[in-house]
């Protein structure tokens, strides 16, 4: 069980997807930590709507307990995913075979100082932090919330104000890291 982390933008997922295809034969399944984000409307009843993507819009306990599911699996199990097209978890969405010899799973707060965080990284065999220049990052970041249907300056404001204080935290997890992967900047997106 491989964890990816990394502020927002860094490429986790790219790197994810790029991992399962090159470890096919393994079986390789990607569970996101982004699959435990709080529904929309729960957020809105907790007040925490403009806080989303932070780490108590999370169910993080869901998301531990999932792992050491998935350590001691005997059949499939079912983990969600995160659509951000309705900026909105999907449950039941990956199907994780109990043969699968690799699982990764990527997300923001896999490092994070929090007990249930810790409880989640135990599961976990390594976890590598992926660093990108903040510059690169910011301007993937902006270019994600257009795609996904934010007005020009509100994906600016996301990525600057929201999204940095996120990646501040998280960059602070990087000398837990087992392994920190330097990525240069690509035009592959």
Do not use: C
């Not at 999907?90 to 490092?111: F, K, W």
């Amino acid at each position: 069980m491989l964890g990816l982390t990394g502020a927002p933008g860094a490429g986790k997922s790219t790197l994810a997807s790029a991992l399962t295809s090159r470890l096919a034969d393994l079986g390789t399944v990607v569970v996101p930590f982004d699959g435990f984000h709080l529904a929309n409307a729960t957020l809105a009843e907790t007040g925490l709507q403009s806080r989303k993507g932070a780490l108590e819009t999370f169910d993080l306990d869901g998301y531990a307990h999932l792992l050491q599911r998935l350590r001691t699996a005997h059949a499939t199990v079912y983990a969600p995913a995160y659509d951000r097209a309705i900026e909105e978890p999907i449950a039941g969405a990956v199907a994780v075979p109990a043969e699968s010899r690799l699982v990764i799973t990527e997300g923001n707060y896999l490092l994070a100082d929090h007990p249930t965080a810790r409880r989640a990284r135990q599961t976990l065999d390594s976890v590598w932090f992926l660093d990108l220049d903040n510059r690169t990052r910011t301007e993937r970041l902006i270019r994600r919330h257009v795609t996904f249907g934010k007005a020009p300056e509100e994906a600016q404001a996301w990525a600057t104000g929201t999204d940095q204080s996120n990646a501040e935290l998280v960059s602070r997890t990087r000398e837990q890291a087992d392994l920190v992967v330097r990525l240069r900047e690509s035009h592959h997106h």
